[in-house]
């Protein structure tokens, strides 16, 4: 067994509160409370029933790994898990960073793929071949040829925008489509992709105004 | 300490091997002590169109594993002093030397030749890595075909992580199928692919004559290929020199005869 400590057990009010650490690998902390239930803390085990908050700090984890947490606790007879949290804030910073627009200056080859959860500004352009996941809005500063696919985790009401509209294909969220020839216009001026009723369109960049109008609060001297 | 060059391209048959024989030798026209490496173990080509098959004695894998020395298994070309060719192994495959022995190799060529111009095989696989291993800068192959352009790009996306300066020939350039937009043009594939050109070639029959015949095309100056892989080679010298103009086939001549309207 590991030295350090990674479990902190206080007693409350209500019960007890299980203080997992948020720094070490998962395994070694389903290891270490395996071991205080069952060696050290067996005082614990004896008595009436007891009910149990568990803290896991920073951690996020899948309903899974929660599910494993509360069947070690469990497994003891006496314990009951109320609930188990992270810390919100935490999640909240997280989103923050995902809503965030995030920007990259490369080119994206031929065989090359960029992931990114939230949207994404690409200063460069993407080659045929290439491609680009988003979970947001897709914005490419240069000539987008490869594929595109915005709202990757289901999201449908994201855009690809691009300078130069000549993709193999594009994605928002599960609707994929090829470019009819009718967008190869060899339109000089910059185009979007966005979802309209679950089909793909395309339309001028100075429209996107009309699917998201945020009006100009400021007004000037 | 000379400077290593690959030549590369992805895809097969766009023209790798012609153009490292004939950058190699028109290396050696301009005076420089230049070594062309085959790297291709198990479908060597570099020594058929340079001519010399009949002299290989050891190869490049006899070289790595120890048999013989980097000197013994050097071929000298039959025209220069100053050509060198290794030649690749014809019964084993890629994986018969790491990247490591050919980094080795390079290396102590570098030490004694002005260039060293290195023959890739075709693909991405353990023989690209190889030939890429010792490499300073590279030169990428491209013909104006869609599948080649494409090769071409994941190629240069490979150079750019393992940080191999590469810049662009465009080779068997057919300038009436270019007019009439039946292929790629120049500029579409420098806007595609977003390197430096370092020359275009036509694409030109004595180049396959030459090939069969062992002379490198280069040695023939009647010929239009022959004149840009001189001036590939120029450039890599550093002199500037203006691109090949396409269309002068007509010759001056003919152009001055339609100037005055009896052509």
């Known amino acids: 067994m590991t030295e350090r400590q990674h479990i902190m057990i206080k007693g409350v009010k209500e019960g007890l509160v299980f203080l997992l650490n948020d720094q070490c690998e998962f395994a070694t902390l389903l290891d270490e409370l395996q071991y205080k239930l069952e060696k050290t803390h067996q005082q614990l085990l004896t008595g009436p029933l007891v009910h149990v908050h568990v803290k896991l700090g920073a951690r996020q984890l899948s309903d899974d790994d929660k599910e494993r947490i509360k069947t070690v606790i469990r497994s003891q007879g006496n314990l009951m898990v109320q609930s188990i949290e992270s810390d919100a804030k935490a999640e909240g910073e997280q989103q923050e960073n995902a809503q965030q627009l995030h920007a990259l200056t490369t080119i994206v080859r031929s065989g090359q793929t960029v992931e990114h959860d939230g949207d994404l500004l690409l200063i460069g352009d993407v080659n045929p071949g290439g491609t680009l996941l988003c979970t947001g809005d897709i914005y490419v500063l240069g000539a987008l040829r490869g594929v595109a696919h915005a709202g990757t985790g289901g999201r449908s009401d994201v855009i690809i925008a691009a300078s130069l509209m000549r993709p193999t294909q594009l994605r928002i969220a599960d609707v994929i489509s090829r470019p009819p020839e009718e967008w190869m216009t060899g339109d000089a001026a910059m185009e979007f992709a966005f979802l309209n009723e679950g089909r793909m369109q395309i339309d001028k960049i100075t429209h996107l105004f009309r699917i998201r109008h945020n009006p100009i609060m400021f007004k000037g001297v | ?263």
């Open chain 2, 1 to 263: 300490m000379g400077e290593a060059i690959v030549v590369t391209s992805g895809k097969g048959g766009v023209g790798k091997t012609t153009t490292s024989a004939n950058v190699g030798t028109a290396l050696a026209l301009l005076g420089k002590k230049v070594c062309m490496v085959d790297t291709d173990i198990g479908l060597r080509n570099l020594d058929v169109v340079m001519g010399l098959e009949n002299r290989i004695i050891y190869d490049l894998v006899d070289v790595a594993e120890g048999r013989c020395r980097l000197s013994q298994a050097l071929v000298k070309d039959k025209r220069f002093d100053e050509l060198y060719m290794l030649p690749a192994a014809q019964t084993k495959d890629k994986d018969s030397v790491t990247p490591e022995q050919v980094r080795d190799i390079v290396l102590e060529l570098k030490k004694d030749h002005d260039y060293v111009i290195i023959d890739c095989p075709a693909g991405i696989e353990q023989g690209f890595r190889n030939a890429i291993a010792g490499a300073d800068r590279a030169i990428v192959v491209t013909t104006p075909e869609n599948a080649a352009v494409r090769d071409a790009d994941r190629v240069i996306g490979l150079l750019e992580q393992t940080k191999i300066p590469a810049k662009l020939v465009i080779n068997r350039i057919r300038q009436n199928m270019m007019k009439t937009g039946e292929m790629l043009d120049i500029d579409e594939i420098c806007q595609v692919l977003a390197i430096d050109l370092v020359g275009i070639v036509p694409d030109d029959e004595k180049v396959i004559s030459a090939a069969n015949s062992g002379e490198p095309t280069v040695m023939n100056p009647a010929s239009r290929a022959a004149i840009a892989y001189r001036n590939i080679a120029r450039r890599i010298l550093g002199d500037m020199v203006p691109l090949m103009l396409l269309d002068e086939k007509a010759g001056a001549f003919k152009r001055f005869r339609k100037f005055l309207g009896i052509g």
